[in-house]
């Protein structure tokens, strides 16, 4: 099975500008998010795919590998999917670039349940970890996931779902935006058109279930931190 994981990295984010060039710790955010996720050694091949000579240079000029965007893309996923084509891949994973934490067991945990689905019922696998702190899920930034019982993703919301109409009972998964998806599948569901959930929430994952596509979660422990405000920077500088 080959597997290539891809860092989609835009310069100008709207909630936070440039923060994926942002000092962490003596390295960019973005240099970070590459460094761990090479150093895994769970691909065949890394890349940086980005629209920003900036980031470009960034990542060249350190020894990885990076790739221009030739268009303009509404989300990480469909800049991906651009810069595939033509890559031998069966499996690709989606490694947000403000990740710098990304973590090597968590990444073989989420790449374990294809080799595992024998039916062939997995399109998309991505993580998700335990959340408790009243702050963490009111806060919208942090993207809450609810599933069925064989841990398929139902819904995404910024919202804090499932509502906590009785707090004893209630249990919150935060997403953490990694994904691996098959390649055919990849290059599918960026073809559908953007939907009402996807403009509304701003998060395309519900694009994907909204066509159908099943969404396998995979918990781990790992609370990885992404850099979504100057906040999260600070830490993340603090864990570093």
Known sequence: MNIIAMIPARLEATRFPRKLMQDLGGKTVILRTYEATKNTNLFDEVYVVTDSQIIFDEIT????EAIMSKENHQSGSDRIAEAIQDIDADIVVNVQGDEP??????????LS???????EKIDIASLMFSISNSDEINNP????????NDDFAMYFSRSPIPFPRDKQLATYFKHIGIYAFKKEVLLN???LPVNVLEQTEKLEQLRFLANGINIKMVK??????GID???DLEKARKLM
């Open 141 to 148: 930034n942090n993207v809450k996931v609810v599933i069925d």
């Open 220 to 225: 781990t422990t790992h609370q990885s931190i």
């Open 113 to 119: 349940v294809f080799v595992d689905d024998e039916e």
């Open 61 to 64: 000029k350190n020894n990885g």
């Open 229 to 231: 405000t100057p906040e």
């Open 101 to 110: 934490f990304t973590d090597e067991q968590s990444l073989c945990d989420l």
């Open 189 to 191: 569901v960026t073809s």
